[in-house]
């Protein structure tokens, strides 16, 4: 019963000496400070914050279509004045002229589709919108 007693390769010898920090003669510690300043310089920047800003609520051509087909429905005319006037009485300069342009946007793609038809006598004058009557 002597199985496993016996050794029959022993463990290599180990290499006892301290390890030595040996660098390429070449490098200096001129070369370690600019290599070191070169990573520092291309690590990402934290993100920058910033400001909150508060935003502006966007009208979508497809709501102004569906808002003119929907108040074309119930009236038998309507002028582009009464329809393209902005209900929000905060809305600035710029986002009264937002919605006018995005009105009549709408109002082109409906006469395009010929739901409505559309009448002006001069130029700058309002533009009198009605419901395209679908023959039967």
Do not use: W
């Amino acid at each position: 019963n002597n199985f496993g007693m016996q050794i029959i390769f022993s463990a290599p010898e180990r290499d006892t000496t301290a390890p030595v920090f040996s660098p390429d003669p070449r490098v200096t510690q001129e070369l370690l400070a600019s290599a070191l300043t070169d990573v520092i310089v291309r690590l990402p920047k934290p993100a920058e914050i910033l400001p909150e800003v508060t935003v502006a609520k966007v009208v979508s051509l497809e709501e102004m279509i569906g808002t003119l087909s929907d108040r074309i429905e119930h009236h038998l005319s309507l002028s582009f004045q009464e329809f393209s006037k902005n209900s929000d009485p905060n809305a600035t300069e710029k986002e009264k002229k937002v919605y006018t342009i995005v009105s009549f946007l709408a109002l082109l793609e409906l006469v395009r589709g010929g739901l409505v038809d559309c009448l002006q006598n001069d130029a700058y004058a309002d533009i009198s919108i009605t419901k395209e009557e679908i023959p039967a």
